[in-house]
């Protein structure tokens, strides 16, 4: 089992940045792949960024390459989500999950456990 708990979401306006990060424990050895996606009200879930474990390759959607950063520190089990450039659009709760087996998905049915989730909410 990997338990998995974020934090560092709240309030921001447009233009400001905010730092998510998502701690985890218990079996993260086995850990090959963490995301984050996001769902807003009366949307799906939908990818945002992924993060291979080992060697730190990463993945954006289109929606937020070149604003957003996915990074991990491997001797915290922490993995982060930088998100500067914010728009209302970006409003969302936003979950970390973990994914034990290769390759890294953009896909949320692919991971095995997620977070509770964190609220970012971006005022115009």
């Known amino acids: 089992q990997v338990q998995l708990v974020e934090s560092g979401g709240g309030l921001v306006q447009t233009g400001g940045s905010l730092r998510l990060s998502c701690a985890a424990s218990?079996?993260?050895?086995?850990?090959?792949?963490m995301g984050w996606f996001r769902q807003a009200p009366g949307k799906e879930r939908e990818f945002v960024a992924a993060i291979r474990w080992s060697f730190g390759t990463s993945w954006y959607a289109d929606s937020v390459k070149g604003r957003f950063t996915i990074s991990r520190d491997r001797a915290k089990n922490t993995m982060y989500l930088q998100m500067n450039s914010l728009k209302p659009e970006d409003t969302a709760v936003y979950y970390c999950?973990?994914?034990?087996?290769?390759?890294?998905?953009?896909?949320?049915?692919?991971?095995?456990?997620w977070g509770q989730g964190t609220q970012v909410t971006v005022s115009s």
């Open positions: 218990g079996r993260t050895f086995s850990t090959y792949g």
């Open positions: 999950a973990a994914k034990i087996n290769p390759p890294v998905s953009l896909s949320r049915a692919d991971y095995d456990y």
